[in-house]
């Protein structure tokens, strides 16, 4: 990564985000509806079902050229379509140029660790999508993310920022990959039993579903990739971004119902951008009030 300029490695980050995006479109308008493979058959139009060109198909590109509108039958095309690749372009881009900033900071470059971070963002985009159109978070998003944040820790260990040290337990090895594995494991089961227990007691207080299954299993998800100290803030900063826009939709809408996915997904977005300096923050504040320990959990 050293071999190129940064502004190189921040413009192929956001041209792969787009391309990126243009399927996460399709994941967003496929996955929930459940008729159709999101491999197959190719992107047609909602309206007159005519398959979509490839040149009809460059990310945000031919939304501007089209006017926004279908070749064939003239139908408006949504919003939403450049919306998700410019979000997913920008959110590559700032995650390359944060692993830019790990490197210029003294750290050792990683293409592996960016690659995840970035596939993590992806998918968080349409879960988030999904959730607050269809308020569900659907199973195929979910459960392979468990097992990919699993495996992504062993493969890249830098993955986890605060990995566990299974050497200090007593257990006698020495091996980053299994630290981060560890980390990763702790984190899904930390993050599915805080958000399962919310689900429970919440049910009990309130005599409703107070929380979805699909946000449960989105926050084991989370915790596999980021660990469990970032399940703790998550749930933090989820519930903070949360309830700022519950009040805004309450007051416009009295609508009082809250996706929760979508504000699990902003707030792993901050700590997959700024974790380092969010993580640093936080543990600096807790140590005063924990006995020396950096985190309450």
């Known amino acids: 990564m050293t071999d190129m300029p940064p502004v190189f490695w921040i413009a192929a980050a956001a041209v792969y985000g787009a391309i990126l995006g243009s399927f996460a479109n399709v994941c967003i308008y496929r996955l929930p509806r459940r008729c159709l493979s999101i491999l197959r058959p190719r992107s047609a139009c909602p ?13 945000v590109l031919s ?23 410019v979000l997913t372009a920008a959110l590559f881009a700032l995650a390359m140029q944060a692993e830019l900033d790990r490197s210029a900071a003294g750290a050792s470059p990683s293409i592996g660790r960016v690659a995840v971070d970035c ?8 879960a988030a999508a999904i959730d607050f159109e269809f308020r569900i978070i659907p199973d195929e998003i979910t459960k392979p993310g468990v097992v990919a944040g699993l495996l992504a820790s062993a493969a890249v260990p830098d993955l986890q920022r605060l990995p566990l040290r299974l050497a200090s337990l007593g257990v006698d090895v020495a091996s980053p990959r299994l630290d981060a594995l560890a980390t990763a494991i702790l984190g899904a089961v930390w993050g599915w039993a805080l958000l399962k227990a919310v689900q429970v007691f919440g049910e009990i207080l309130f005599r409703k579903e107070a929380m979805g299954l699909g946000d449960v299993k989105l926050m084991a998800m989370l915790g596999a990739f980021l660990g469990p100290h970032a399940v703790t803030l998550l749930f933090f900063l989820g519930c903070c971004f949360g309830s700022v826009w519950g009040g805004i939709q ?13 504000f699990l997904a902003m707030a792993a977005g901050v700590l997959v951008l700024a974790g380092d300096a969010v993580l640093g923050f936080v543990g600096r504040y807790f140590a005063p009030l924990t006995g020396g320990h950096a985190w309450p959990l």
């Open 63 to 85: 939304f501007l050229l089209l006017g926004a509108r279908c070749r064939r039958c003239r139908a408006p095309i949504s919003w939403r379509y450049p919306a998700v690749e």
């Open 250 to 262: 309450f007051l416009v809408t009295r609508d009082r119902y809250v996706a929760f996915g979508p």
């Open 119 to 126: 596939a993590l963002l992806g998918a968080l985009v349409v």
């Open 47 to 59: 309206a007159c079902r005519a398959p979509i060109a490839w040149y009809d198909n460059i990310p």
